[in-house]
């Protein structure tokens, strides 16, 4: 059964931390590019940061900033995001998504996202 | 450009045909893709690249891409495709993903 899990979330304070978590099953893991998506209450869906399968590659929103930092371990089928000195305009569910880039080992050229996890949600406030 | 333009919300009669529209300078070089978000759900791809479709995806679902436009049309619009829509694609430098603002379906 193809699967994302994150976890992690919760209601921190202003400038604190949260280590979000995501658990695939059911695919190549290894072989896939991996992203976050966020999506503040009631409004739409916002980029966060991918990686490539191998770790080599990150990308990010211009709104991280050196705040938030994707990484993976391949080995334990996990996908990670580290968000540090957050702020209440972080608040948002946080998926964690497949990105179809890169396709058993193979640029695809396509802009998607096609497994996506149920959400993890951050709440920031004081 | 780095945004993706959509109508805020479109309405369709039961069984007739919608067309939901996204803008932006960056689809004139890269492939985008529709998700549809349920309340409470988590977003789901429906169309992407070519007029792509997943497994799963009913074939009343079809997407087109003319100029700067990349369109999702649903024949035959059902109840259960009462949801959000978003689009997506790269910005224009390649590196970044954007998000359309989102089109919320009504199904009367």
């Known amino acids: 059964q193809v699967q994302l899990v994150e976890s992690g979330g919760g209601l921190v304070k202003p400038g604190g931390s949260l280590r979000l978590s995501c658990a695939a099953s059911g695919f190549t893991f290894s072989d896939s590019y991996m992203s976050w998506i966020r999506q503040a209450p009631g409004k739409g869906l916002e980029w966060v940061s991918t990686i490539s399968s191998g770790s080599s590659y990150k990308y990010d929103a211009d709104f991280v900033k050196g705040r938030f930092t994707i990484s993976r371990d391949n080995a334990k089928n996990s996908l990670f995001l580290q968000v540090d000195s957050l702020r209440a305009e972080d608040t948002a569910v946080y998926y964690c998504?497949?990105?179809?880039?890169?396709?058993?080992?193979?640029?695809?050229?396509?802009?998607?996202?096609?497994?996506w996890g149920q959400g993890t949600m951050v709440t920031v406030s004081s | 450009s780095s945004e993706l333009t959509q109508d805020p919300a479109v309405s369709v009669a039961l069984g007739q045909t919608v067309r939901i529209t996204c803008q932006g300078d960056?689809?004139?070089?890269?492939?985008a893709s529709w998700f549809q978000q349920r309340p409470g759900q988590a977003p789901i791809l429906v169309i992407y690249?070519?007029?792509n479709r997943p497994s799963g995806i009913p074939d009343r679902f079809s997407g087109s891409t003319s100029g700067n436009t990349f369109s999702l049309t649903i024949t035959g619009a059902q109840a259960e495709d009462e949801a959000d829509y978003y689009c997506?694609?790269?910005?224009?430098?390649?590196?970044?993903?954007?998000f359309g603002g989102g089109t919320k379906l009504t199904v009367l």
């Open positions: 997506h694609c790269r910005d224009s430098s390649g590196n970044r993903r954007i």
């Open positions: 998504a497949r990105d179809l880039t890169v396709l058993r080992g193979a640029f695809t050229g396509e802009n998607a996202f096609d497994i």
């Open positions: 690249g070519k007029n």
């Open positions: 960056s689809l004139r070089r890269y492939y």
